[in-house]
């Protein structure tokens, strides 16, 4: 049968403008997060990870904000650039039973940079 | 330097067919993944391993089956293909080295069934 995709949410910025991309994690429990980049024909590429046991950390023109409160991750990219036009997605892991060091992937977003 | 390889990468057969992906990684990680990604989806767990005599169904399972025959080579199997499994399928590995669960994936199959 004719299959249904959801479609992504996406994010439209100008090259050289901040972009925020944000992700709900569905479990309180969770320890650790990471924030993939996807392009297009490609697997997902690493670009940051963080604990449970931080709110913020930085990399090179991206930080990943951890609110544990209402279990919210965002990824700021500082300086979009149109190399950076791909698919997001957050993954979670949680730490407990026999999933442990299995993650689980968000639906992921659509980041298109224009020149 | 790719770390972890997949064959083929593209594949059409058709329904009814038995097919075999294969993963193979010189990055010496423990744990290996299968997941499935449709149009417009996220990554969808299919099976997954933490060492050679460990297999876990994932979410996904039904209508394949995998093995673990080395600790560098994890492959996937579709029984009797169908058209809904067409799909991009993709390959990880991790460790637990530092404590981190960071994943790094293949390039991906693309798999399309008649």
């Known amino acids: 049968g004719e299959s249904v995709g959801l479609h992504l949410p996406t994010l439209s910025v100008q090259e050289g403008d901040n972009s925020i991309i944000n992700c709900a994690y569905s479990?309180?429990?969770?320890?650790?997060f990471i924030w993939y980049k996807q392009e297009s024909g490609k697997g997902p590429q690493f670009i940051i990870d963080i604990r449970s046991n931080m709110d913020k950390r930085q990399g090179q023109r991206v930080t990943v904000l951890l609110n544990k409160t209402v279990k919210h991750l965002s990824l700021q990219i500082a300086a979009t650039q149109p190399g950076d036009s791909a698919v997001y997605f957050c993954?979670?892991?949680?730490?407990?039973?026999?999933?442990?060091?299995?993650?689980?992937f968000g639906q992921g977003t659509i980041l298109t940079v224009h020149p | 330097d790719a770390d972890v390889t997949q064959t083929p990468r593209n594949r059409i057969t058709k329904t009814g067919k038995r097919i075999m992906l294969e993963c193979s990684q010189t990055k010496g990680h423990d744990r290996m993944y299968w997941y499935r990604q449709d149009p417009g989806l996220g990554l969808q767990l299919i099976y997954y391993?933490?060492?050679?005599?460990?297999?876990n169904k994932g979410e996904i399972s039904d209508g394949y089956s995998v093995s673990r025959q080395a600790q560098a080579k994890f492959s996937l199997s579709l029984e009797s293909a169908i058209p809904n499994q067409t799909a991009l399928y993709f390959c990880?590995?991790?460790?637990?080295?530092?404590?981190?669960?960071?994943?790094?994936f293949g390039p991906g199959t693309r798999l399309t069934v008649l």
């Open positions: 479990n309180s429990a969770s320890d650790y």
């Open positions: 990880a590995t991790s460790d637990l080295r530092g404590g981190r669960h960071e994943q790094f």
């Open positions: 391993s933490f060492d050679v005599k460990d297999i």
């Open positions: 993954a979670e892991n949680y730490a407990g039973g026999t999933s442990y060091g299995k993650l689980t």
